[in-house]
């Protein structure tokens, strides 16, 4: 276990610090609007391994009822990228792998078990997007799984071909969604659409010298009510050369981890973040 733990370090350590040697690349003037010209270079030299989603650590416990043993737990991500193509494919787009795995540690019972781990891995075609020399965002269609690795009456499992769009309105406000076409092959999770959504749409917000963030990440539930999972985040840079945050997250909803996907959470956890250059990724 403490082997497992002390990889799971390095891997975000190393992810990190890929993530700010790439960032240092890009070119912004005073106002914060990027540089296109700049950002072509980075998507074409940066390092070919690098950060995909928020890569966290936090601890917390459910809103609303005594804190105890059984509903309070660490939960971590571990998200990375390997591009495999320089931007010469159609449509200057490029080609990537992608894996993430999240987990739910129960650190506070005996033995401390992982009581739920989520694996993520997916291959796609990303584009960046360019408006009169200024870089906005990026499109993503991506292929991808996402399964518990348990079998029997634990086993879940499902894939989705999505399709995203991160798009900055300016430099410290960028919109998001996620849009899938999903293929629920899990016997045990037919539902899962009724429980973790049918898409996802959100918006981010960075103060211009990066020192504070928030998030909101709503995602609809199958169905025509206003049935949102909802995630708020909020994090504020610890130190002005380092890429690592104090993170603050809220869940309210179901679909928070694939084995109890049908058991609804409201909790609060709070811990450290290392984010990729430029936006998130969800």
Known sequence: MNRFIA?????SISAGFLSGTASAQIVSDSNGTVDADSVRRDFDKQPYFG???????IFGTTIGQKPTKENSNVKFQISISQKLTRSVLPWNSYLFLFYTQKVFWNILQNSMPMTDLNFNPGI???KP????????GKLSLMLEHESNGRDGLESR????????ANVMIDPTFTVHGKFWIP???????????DYCGIYQVGMQYLSLNKRWGASVILTKRRGWKLNYNTTVELSYRLFKRDNQYLFLQYYNGYGEGLLDYKQFHSTARIGIVIKPRLFSDY
């Open 7 to 11: 990889f799971l370090l390095i891997l």
């Open 124 to 126: 796609g075609l990303a």
């Open 157 to 164: 499992s499902w894939n989705k071909i999505s399709a995203a």
């Open 129 to 136: 997007l360019f408006v009169k020399g200024r870089f906005i």
């Open 51 to 57: 950060l995909y989603k928020d890569n966290y650590f």
């Open 183 to 193: 293929i629920v092959d899990g016997a045990n999770n037919k539902d899962i659409l």
